[in-house]
Nanobody, 124 residues
Framework: QVQLVESGGGLVQAGASLRLSCAGSGRTFSSVVMGWFRQAPGKEREFVAAISWSGGITTYADSVKGRFAASRDNAKNTMYLQMNSLKDEDTAVYYC?????????????????WGQGTQVTVSS
């Protein structure tokens, strides 16, 4: 089984940047699609970003396009989410996820493995 652990969350001011990391164990990330999701207080979990096996193809939710960027380092079994120009609306627990196959998908039920999440709080 794949174990995923998120890190890098914290408390930041609006307009600041954070980079989240997702470290995997149990197998390499080289043949799985990775995704980021988030869940804000009182809201359902929502899609943020997905990235292909090689990192060459990404897709993003409209709410974060132009501000967030996903990347991955398969040699380190690690995925990243660079978050810039953070807004208070970005406050949430951020989760990384992985799925078997090559298709980039935005539906959380299509992902097979999940981390426990890391808290991001943006203060305005």
């Amino acid at each position: 089984q794949v174990q995923l652990v998120e890190s890098g969350g914290g408390l930041v001011q609006a307009g600041a940047s954070l980079r989240l990391s997702c470290a995997g164990s149990g197998r390499t990330f080289s043949s799985v699609v990775m995704g980021w999701f988030r869940q804000a207080p009182g809201k359902e979990r929502e899609f943020v970003a997905a990235i292909s096996w090689s990192g060459g193809i990404t897709t993003y939710a409209d709410s974060v396009k132009g501000r967030f960027a996903a990347s991955r380092d398969n040699a380190k079994n690690t995925m990243y989410l660079q978050m810039n120009s953070l807004k208070d609306e970005d406050t949430a627990v951020y989760y990384c996820a992985a799925r078997e196959g090559s298709a980039l998908v935005v539906y959380q039920h299509r992902y097979d493995y999940w981390g426990q999440g890391t808290q991001v709080t943006v203060s305005s």
